[in-house]
């Protein structure tokens, strides 16, 4: 057994300077989703908390598995403040895998199954994971040879789990394993670290965004109350459970808010027509291409979806006919814009109840204080645009690494989202651009510098630019300024060498640009705002 290290987040205080607050004026529920897992079993052990495809999942059954996992994970070494990340598709056992790692005291560490090996090392190796579930194979990709393969340059990583296989390491096999044992369950600080999420950085560094046990539960709480969700009511959860949203709405709200969760391994407008008919499904929270699909199949069918009540929408620009079309399509459903970030979830929770504004702004601010500033950081009136700044009890602890922490938190706790944006007088926040130089594509975050840095290292390349660019589906595609040396390569052999870098297929650039020269600063800097501006007008005269 490889010997233990600390976490590089043994230096954050718990609770961090800026929660304080919240733990002493009570805000917090300071139960872990163990806690309450115990308590609506005991309410009710039949309620069905999950369901995927045909299969369903009791609270009865989803703590019997998670008990016996835990059982097996701690007779296989892991011990309280171990990291164990999942690499998952929208599969129940991810659940159970969240709920064990809870009663154990383990951390989870959430990947996308969008990256590939060198988005997973990078993670993987940051937060020093001891263990990783996967697929044996999942989209004709086989990850449990790519965890295979980057696991000899991971010296923690002394478990590879596979999920829906065959074998002792294999998910069926733990839980026969944990039934027979006696697992006698830690006591489990709810202010601790309980969840360790990676997001892109417009360094190309990935980011550890810290998470405790009572920050999502907490919003999840209160937006269940802000939309109207009652305990025992289904959502429907087609985004990753990788994914912020998807962690916090499919996996966690069942055992906060009661709800139940009817999961999609792949989306589909006409699929989920059909779920949310024979499911009873109320809402969901997810990207705003689903919305557009979803509306579209609403019409196309004319099936108008009644008791479907809500659809959250986020993470990609909205153009302000979105909410009434989509609305327009539906006999109940209010749809509306939200926004929020792996760092600060759910800063709004948009207005149900106002479609104007649920149109034309990124929702009502709801229990976090929000600042706009200037380049000085002096707070702007309403109606002005600046950074956003956003402080409240959902937001995380902080980074992994201390350094990203001090420079991403102010000295009186404030996260600086990077985004730019107008407060109005009711409450509205606008998002009107970005400060980051980050690609957010379906709800995504994508480095730009990341995919520079491959480009760089092709030869025909001396110097790359990569932007957003408008897509009609996602929102923003992958767009790559190229200054050639010499020659302009082809765009095919670009994207093959972006392609055999390892970095996920959503990277690679859709489109490449060939130029003389790069919009520049007069100290010498890339105007990307140029870059972007150039093709979007590029892109609206086709």
């Not at 990341?450 to 030869?459: G, N, T």
Request: aromatic content about 6%; charged content about 20%.
């Amino acid at each position: 057994m490889n010997e233990r290290i600390a976490p590089p987040w043994a230096w954050l205080d718990i609770p961090a300077p800026h929660q304080r607050a919240f733990m002493d004026n009570g805000r917090w529920d300071e139960r872990t989703i163990a806690d309450l897992a115990y308590e609506l079993t005991d309410e009710d052990p039949e309620c069905v908390a999950f369901i995927e495809g045909a299969s369903r999942m009791t609270r009865a059954e989803l703590v019997a598995d998670a008990e016996a996992l835990a059982a097996a994970l701690h007779g296989r070494g892991l011990r309280p403040g171990d990291v164990i990340a999942f690499q998952m598709p929208n599969w129940r056992e991810a659940a159970v895998i969240n709920l064990a790692a809870a009663l154990s005291g383990l951390i989870v560490n959430p990947i996308v199954p969008i990256y590939r090996d060198h988005e997973v090392s990078q993670m993987l190796g940051d937060c020093r994971a001891r263990a990783i579930f996967v697929p044996t194979s999942f989209r004709a990709c086989d990850f449990a040879a790519m965890a295979a393969r980057i696991q000899a340059g991971l010296p923690d990583l002394a478990h590879i789990f596979t999920v829906r296989g065959e074998g002792a390491g294999d998910y069926a096999a733990l839980l026969a394993e944990g039934r027979d044992t006696v697992f006698m369950r830690p006591r489990v600080d709810p202010l601790g670290v309980k969840m360790v999420l990676y997001t892109s950085g417009t360094t190309g560094r990935p980011k550890g965004v810290l998470h405790s046990h009572v920050t999502l539960s907490f919003i999840l709480k209160r937006s269940g109350v802000h939309w109207g969700v009652r305990a025992g009511e289904a959502l429907l959860m087609p985004s990753p459970v990788t994914h912020i949203s998807g962690f916090a709405n499919g996996l966690e709200a069942p055992l906060v808010c009661g709800t139940r969760t009817v999961l999609m391994e792949s989306w589909d407008a006409t699929a989920a027509l059909e779920l949310i008919g024979r499911h009873a499904i109320v809402g969901t929270v997810a990207a705003t291409p689903f919305l557009v699909e979803l509306a579209a199949a609403a019409r196309g069918t004319g099936n108008r979806l009644p008791g479907f009540r809500f659809f959250a929408c986020g993470g990609a620009a909205i153009p302000n006919d979105v909410i009434p079309m989509a609305n327009a399509a539906f006999a109940d459903c209010r749809a509306f814009r939200v926004f929020g970030a792996s760092e600060v979830p759910l800063v709004t929770f948009g207005w149900p109840h106002d479609e104007a504004l649920a149109a034309t702004t990124d929702g009502q601010i709801v229990d976090y204080e929000v600042r706009v500033v200037d380049a000085d950081d002096n707070n702007l009136p309403p109606g002005q645009e600046g950074e956003i700044l956003a402080r409240g009890p959902g937001m995380m602890m902080g980074y992994a690494d201390a350094g990203q922490t001090a420079e991403a938190i102010t000295a009186d706790g404030f996260f600086r989202t990077g985004d730019l944006g107008i407060r109005s007088v009711e409450g509205a926040l606008t998002i009107t651009g970005r400060k980051k130089d980050l690609i957010i594509r379906g709800g995504e975050n994508i480095s730009a510098k990341e995919i520079e840095d491959v480009l760089h290292s092709h030869p025909a390349v001396r110097e790359a630019s990569v932007v957003a660019m408008p897509h009609v589906r996602l929102g923003e595609g992958v767009c790559a300024y190229i200054i050639a040396h010499g020659p302009i390569p082809a765009p095919e052999e670009l994207a093959a060498h972006v392609a055999s870098s390892g970095l996920a297929k959503q990277k690679i650039p859709e489109r490449f640009e060939f130029v003389e020269d790069f919009p520049r600063t007069a100290s010498g800097k890339v105007r990307k705002d140029e870059l972007r501006a150039a093709i979007r007008a590029m892109l609206a005269a086709c």
